[in-house]
């Protein structure tokens, strides 16, 4: 804002000046008008990047609230998928549990792995947690048959 | 439309007499105020579109912080419990009771809404766990528990989530 006015009070008094060079007979009219095109574009421009910055940074804090709402749906729906597979019956290596069924645009996986050193009852299974193609939650739990 | 507007501009200052030049013209005039009104227009609509926006994202936060609070309280709980009155199998009941004796000694919790409060009394001491909590409702099979709700947040235009979570009670 204060911008603007700095550039209408230089618009107004180039003006002046102009015209009072005019009325003297002297020829400074034209370099005035280049002048007052080249402050005009800088002020917008000025004001272009202010309110760019200022709308970045408020659509920013609304991206985060977004993101932690859809990572705290992404927490419970893994802690769900991890103890129904766990309360499951032992599936051999590699192998998938069935998954739960979750909410609109969600999406549930799981995979088996061997665990490095162990023998056929202890497994690895990765649960995966994507939100319209975004992985937001990869987590790990150990299964054994028992 | 600005820059053959400029152009008009600058041709008419070059073809008009010096006095013609003094003060804006209807047209210059006219144009300012359009474009003038324009980006006021435009300003306006960002700004109320903004405040929408922040209004959704509060709402939603109440709703995560709600879920949140409700998830971490039954998880804690119903991994400790050792038996629970919610009928295995049978109908999804609207209260539970998890019992489990630890070196404490014995313990019982019971989750139940109040209005819209999730109350946990524990051990005959009851506390507001969850708040914009509704349709609690728990199905047992086995040793674990399906707990359902919905949270709704007082602001917005009905921002919800329902939840639908497995919780593993503690084997024998």
């Known amino acids: ?146 | 439309m600005i820059l053959s507007r400029i152009r008009d501009f600058t041709s008419l200052r070059s073809a008009t007499s010096r006095s013609r030049q003094l003060g804006f013209t209807l047209v210059e005039l006219t144009a300012g105020i359009g474009l003038s009104a324009l980006i006021g227009g435009v300003m306006v609509t960002a700004i109320f579109e903004l405040n929408k926006a922040s209004v959704n994202g509060q709402a939603q936060q109440a709703v995560t912080v709600q879920v949140r609070a409700a998830t971490l309280w039954l998880e804690r709980d119903i991994s400790r419990a050792a038996s629970s009155n919610v009928p295995d199998p049978g109908a999804p009941v609207a209260t539970a009771q998890f019992d489990w004796t630890d070196e404490s000694g014995a313990h019982v919790c019971i989750y139940a809404l109040t209005g819209t409060d999730l109350i946990r009394t524990c051990d005959g001491t009851p506390s507001s766990v969850a708040r914009y909590i509704s349709g609690l409702q728990f199905t047992r099979s086995g040793s674990l528990l399906n707990v359902g709700f919905t949270a709704t947040a007082p602001i917005g235009a009905g921002k919800s989530e329902t939840v639908s979570i497995n919780l593993a009670m503690r084997s024998g």
């Open chain 1, 1 to 146: 804002m204060i911008a603007i006015l700095k550039q209408t009070l230089k618009f107004l008094s180039g003006r002046q000046a102009a015209e009072a060079a005019r009325s003297s007979g002297h020829r400074s009219s034209r370099s005035q008008r280049g002048v007052i095109l080249v402050e005009a574009l800088v002020a917008i421009a000025i004001m272009g990047s202010a309110t760019t910055a200022m709308l970045t940074s408020l659509s920013s804090g609304a991206i985060t609230t977004s993101r932690t709402a859809l990572r705290g749906t992404a927490d419970w729906l893994a802690t769900s998928e991890a103890n129904l597979i766990q309360e499951a019956p032992f599936q051999a290596t590699p192998g998938t549990y069935t998954n739960i069924a979750p909410p609109t645009d969600y999406v549930v996986t799981n995979a088996t792995t061997p665990v490095i050193g162990g023998d056929a009852q202890i497994q690895t299974v990765t649960i995966t947690i994507s939100y319209q193609g975004l992985v937001l939650v990869t987590t790990e739990i150990l299964k054994v048959d028992r």
